[in-house]
């Protein structure tokens, strides 16, 4: 086994991108209140979040290698191995995401946007409701992928996680990626900030709202965490 490229730079990118804009949700949603200014930042970052997710899905089909959707492990007896392999012996490795990150990430991937959809109907008490459940699932999902992160590390002596900084993971030698696709990647930083700028630059702090850039409608960052979209 040798250390490999497996994650481009696209793909890292995404990754701490996501996970910043999520962390940025819980820390305004638990650290302000909801009639204070700043909470409606809580709000602002999971749009963001969502947009991320659409960047994500296209990575999925134009990606590189392990980041397509056919490389997800999903079938139980793949699952069922695995897992059995984590606790009795050696891992079984998988050059890009194993079972466990395949099955959290899509877990987290069909959060986001159950949570700005019930977000933005707020108005609704089901809503409400159901974006606190799903607010704590998110919050389950982050903690069991880090917890199994934590866990491979000290039980495999393998820090996998250093992967998503530097790209490059313990595999076969004919396993890797060719390229870290640095020109890719500053595509979509660009793509990433001129939206994240066209959305902070619709919102209006004294009214409360904000324009999703490429959808007509206004999204109203209201009181009592309602979220209001209409055209």
Known sequence: MHKVLIWDLPTRIFHWALAGSIGATFVF????????????????????????????????????????????????????????????????????????????????????????????????????????????????AVGLHLAGLAFYTIRQRDNISAAMVTGYKTAPINSGITSARPWTALVLVVVIAAWVNALLGTYDTRQATVKIPGLSGVVHLGENKKWKFWD
């Open 29 to 140: 949603a638990y650290g302000f209140d909801e009639n204070d200014s700043r909470f409606q930042w809580h709000m602002l970052a999971g749009l963001i979040a969502a947009f991320l997710l659409v960047v994500r899905v296209v990575l999925g089909f134009v990606g590189t290698r392990y980041v397509q959707w056919k490389y997800f492990f999903l079938r139980p007896a793949d699952s069922l191995s695995y897992f059995r392999s984590l606790f009795r012996g050696p891992a079984i490795l998988y050059a890009g995401h194993n079972p466990g990150t395949s099955l959290v990430a899509l877990l987290m991937f069909a959060l986001i946007p159950l949570l700005v959809l019930t977000g933005i109907t707020q108005e609704w008490e089901i809503s409400e409701d159901l974006h606190a459940g799903l607010a704590i699932a998110l919050a389950v």
